[in-house]
């Protein structure tokens, strides 16, 4: 049986992500789950759509 991968909080979203292969050399550094979370595309998404727009 595989031991629990570590995981961290996406700074963006608050969702939980869990370590990727691709990320062994900067865990330490990596902060978002996503790319959209890290363009801030996630965030322009929940806000409301403006009245008139």
């Known amino acids: 049986m595989k031991p629990p991968l570590p995981q961290k909080t996406c700074a963006a ?11 062994a050399r900067d865990w330490e550094q990596v902060r978002f ?8 595309r996630y965030a322009r998404a929940k806000e409301k759509p403006r009245k008139g727009a």
């Open 13 to 23: 979203c608050g969702r939980p992500f869990a370590w990727r292969r691709k990320w």
């Open 33 to 40: 789950c996503s790319e959209a979370c890290r363009s801030g």
